[in-house]
């Protein structure tokens, strides 16, 4: 009974290569956030989607980037990974912006740098 | 800008006894509280939400949590611990009138020992 869907959960990439996270979602949402969390830190916002606009948060680095194709699925492009991004990456969606609104998280997508 | 504070990083409980996580949050205006819970393994999901009324709000699994205004604090309790409560709990808020997202504190590991 998944709803918010990452693959894969563990990604390991070399330094410097591309690679891509997935994220889908059976819930017909129409936002879709995209979180970094370090260990033992708080989850922190990237960017989000709020239909097909794009927000971008500002101390997001410009090797992240974000595509949504359609409204069930949702990418994290990085495009040249350092070691310093080696995290959990955390999809979530809500079925609106508003401040009070659920937001539905999936399991994450751990990625090791090597 | 909002912002959220957890104290406590690390609680080691014994079953049957009661919980205090603490949090705080800055932020100036009327604000939406919510905690998650990410049990091992899983995926962040919703324990329970403040948006207006009562600052006693009963969440799921027998949590609450209580909204002080004038402390910033939004507290969450349980009055006696089971050892399936061993989880991250993270304390988030979401700010009208902000970025629409959620900001999130960055949690608390919570153990508990049969």
């Known amino acids: 009974d998944a709803m918010v869907i990452q693959n894969p959960r563990y990604q390991v990439t070399q330094f410097g290569k591309p690679v891509t996270l997935s994220c889908s979602q059976t819930l017909n949402h129409n936002v879709m956030y995209w979180y970094q969390q370090k260990s033992s830190q708080a989850p922190k916002l990237l960017f989000h989607?709020?239909?097909?606009?794009?927000?971008n948060e500002a101390d997001t680095p410009d090797n992240f980037q974000s595509r949504r194709p359609n409204t069930s699925f949702c990418f994290l492009d990085i495009r040249s990974p350092g070691l310093g991004d080696a995290a959990m990456y955390l999809c979530a969606t809500s079925r609106d912006p508003s401040p009070n609104t659920e937001a539905f998280f999936g399991q994450g997508t751990r990625l090791t740098v090597v | 800008a909002q912002s959220v504070s957890q104290h406590n990083h690390h609680v080691i409980l014994s079953e049957a006894a009661s919980l205090e996580l603490g949090c705080n949050y800055s932020?100036?205006?009327?604000?939406?509280l919510f905690w998650y819970v990410q049990y091992p393994g899983q995926h962040l999901q919703l324990l329970l939400k403040?948006?207006?009324?009562?600052?006693l709000v009963k969440g799921i699994k027998g949590f609450e949590a209580e909204f002080i205004k004038s402390k910033f604090s939004f507290n969450l309790r349980k009055p006696s611990v089971q050892w399936s409560d061993t989880a991250e709990y993270f304390c988030a808020v979401n700010a009208p009138g902000g970025r629409r997202a959620l900001t999130f504190g960055s949690g608390t590991r919570l153990q508990v020992q049969p």
């Open positions: 403040y948006f207006s009324g009562d600052p």
């Open positions: 989607y709020y239909d097909k606009d794009f927000n």
């Open positions: 932020y100036g205006g009327t604000v939406n």
